[in-house]
C-alpha cells in the first residue's frame, strides 16, 4: 500500500485491483529507472509484462483521474528531485517481444528495447535499421519522438502501431496517420493514446553488408559520444541549419558544470550525470545553455530531453 498524501487522495487499490501480473512498486526512485540515474519517487510504478495490464492500469487511471505516464526504458527522460505524483506504467523491458510476420515485417511490442530490434534484423538479414544501432530506447518511444540518426529515422520503418483509446478500445493506425515528422508523430500531440506494438517494414539485404554498417555506427558512436555515464541522450533538438554540440563548444562551455551535472567534455550536446546530480541541476545548465545560445545565434533550442514530476516541497 501506499502511505501519506497520495493515498489519500487516489485510490491505488483501484489501480492494481484490475492488473493480473504486473510488479507493482510504491514510493519507487525513478532513479532506478531512469538512464540519468536521477528523479525523485513516483507513487505508484506499475511494471507490466502483457497488454492486458498495461492498457488496465492506463484506462483504470484515467477513470479514476490519476495522473498516468507511459515511459519506455526511461533514455530521454528527466524526472524532478520531487518524484512523480500519480501513476508510473514502465514498458520496457517486461512488455517485449518480436515476432517475424513475413520476408520483410517484423511485429514489435512497445517496450521492446531497440537494440533488441536491431538484433533481430540483422539475424533475419534485414536492413533498414543500421541507423539504429546503440540507441537504447524502447520502440515506443522512438515512434512517438521519430527516433533517427545518420540520416533513417523509424518513420521510414513504420507501416503501423497498435494503438489504445481511453475507453480501453484497440485499433491499428496506419503510418500515414501518424504525422511523423522530425522529432514528432501524433504522440507528441495527444496524451489520449497509448502505443501497444508496431509493424516495421525492412527491406531484404546481405547479413555481412548490414553488420558492416552497424559495426560502423557503433564504432562512430562509442568514439563520439559519452557512453561511460549516465546520460538521457542529446539534450536538444537540432535547430534547421545548426549543429547544437557544435554552439555549445563554440561558446567555451564543453565541461562546464553546475553541480555534478556537466556538458560532456566528449560531446557538447550531451549532459552527463558525473555522480549524485540532481534534476535541478541539469534544469539549470540546459537554462544556461539556451540562454547564452539565444544570445550569440539567436537560436532558441528546444528539449529533446522529456521532463516530468514535480519540484521538492519546502
Not at 16 to 33: A, F, I
Not at 44 to 66: M, N
Not at 110 to 115: D, E, I, S
Not at 235 to 264: C, D, H, N, T, W
Request: glycine share 12%.
Amino acid at each position: 500500500m501506499a502511505t501519506g498524501e497520495a493515498q489519500g487522495k487516489w485510490d491505488f487499490d483501484e489501480v492494481t485491483s484490475v492488473l493480473h501480473g504486473s510488479r507493482v512498486l510504491y514510493n519507487e526512485p525513478m532513479s532506478l529507472h531512469t538512464s540519468f540515474r536521477i528523479g525523485g519517487p513516483c507513487d505508484l510504478l506499475v511494471l507490466p509484462s502483457d497488454e492486458h495490464d498495461v492498457v488496465a492500469a492506463w484506462v483504470k487511471c484515467r477513470e479514476q483521474s490519476i495522473p498516468c505516464y507511459i515511459i519506455g526504458n526511461g533514455t530521454n527522460l528527466l524526472v524532478k528531485d520531487g518524484g512523480v505524483r500519480g501513476c508510473v506504467v514502465k514498458l520496457a523491458p517486461g512488455f517485449s517481444g518480436i515476432r517475424r510476420i513475413d520476408d520483410v515485417t517484423l511485429h514489435v511490442k512497445a517496450g521492446t528495447l531497440l537494440p533488441n530490434v536491431v538484433e533481430a534484423a540483422l539475424e533475419a538479414g534485414l536492413s533498414g535499421l543500421e541507423w539504429a544501432v546503440g540507441i537504447p530506447g524502447s520502440v515506443g518511444g522512438a515512434i512517438t519522438m521519430n527516433a533517427g540518426a545518420y540520416g533513417g529515422d523509424i518513420a521510414s520503418l513504420v507501416k503501423r502501431v497498435e494503438v489504445a483509446f481511453p475507453e480501453g478500445e484497440i485499433r491499428w493506425l496506419p503510418a500515414e496517420e501518424l504525422r511523423f515528422s522530425y522529432r514528432h508523430s501524433l504522440f507528441t500531440e495527444r496524451d489520449d493514446l497509448l502505443i501497444l506494438s508496431a509493424e516495421l517494414r525492412l527491406v531484404p539485404g546481405d547479413k555481412a553488408a548490414i553488420k558492416s554498417v552497424m559495426d560502423t555506427r557503433s564504432a562512430e558512436r562509442e568514439a563520439k559520444q559519452p557512453l561511460d555515464l549516465p546520460s538521457a541522450g542529446s539534450a536538444f533538438r537540432r535547430p534547421p541549419g545548426y549543429y547544437v554540440g557544435s554552439m555549445i563548444q563554440e561558446l567555451g562551455l564543453k565541461g562546464f558544470k553546475v553541480g555534478a551535472a556537466q556538458i560532456s567534455p566528449k560531446h557538447a550536446g550531451f549532459i552527463v550525470n558525473t555522480g549524485g546530480a540532481t534534476a535541478s541541476e541539469v534544469l539549470t545548465l540546459m537554462r544556461i545553455i539556451q540562454e547564452k545560445v539565444k544570445a550569440t545565434y539567436g537560436v532558441d533550442l528546444e528539449p529533446e530531453i522529456v521532463v516530468i514530476g514535480e519540484d521538492p516541497r519546502e
